[in-house]
């Protein structure tokens, strides 16, 4: 089993930044690929980012050049740094790892970005 669990989430306005930290522990030997998701209310639950071990990253449209993600092997973690956050980024996020054929999450991070 794998733990995970985020922070970093909170109320920013509109044109700031925020960075989210997601920390793993248990069963971490060999831990593949992490990412952030996100879901609004309302919404499905959509990637953000995802980077594999050997640092290969992923973004969705929405986020590329704003967003960056990040990943210490050393310390299990994974990070997400949000810079010029729009109202539209306002979402729980969450953190995922996968491990062989297994999938896990954190149990979220809000994130709420004001006007």
């Known amino acids: 089993q794998v733990q995970l669990v985020e922070s970093g989430g909170g109320l920013v306005q509109a044109g700031g930044s925020l960075r989210l930290s997601c920390a793993a522990s248990?069963?971490?030997?060999?831990?593949?690929?992490m990412g952030w998701y996100r879901q609004a209310p309302g919404k499905q639950r959509e990637l953000v980012a995802s980077?594999?071990?050997?640092?290969?990253?992923n973004y969705a449209d929405s986020v590329k050049g704003r967003f960056t993600i990040s990943r210490d092997n050393a310390k299990n973690a994974v990070y997400l740094e949000m810079n010029n956050l729009k109202l539209e980024d306002t979402a729980s996020y969450y953190c995922?790892?996968?491990?062989?054929?297994?999938?896990?999450w954190g149990q979220g991070t809000q994130v709420t970005v004001s006007s």
């Open positions: 995922k790892a996968v491990r062989g054929y297994s999938s896990y």
């Open positions: 248990g069963s971490v030997f060999a831990l593949g690929v």
């Open positions: 980077i594999t071990r050997v640092g290969i990253t």
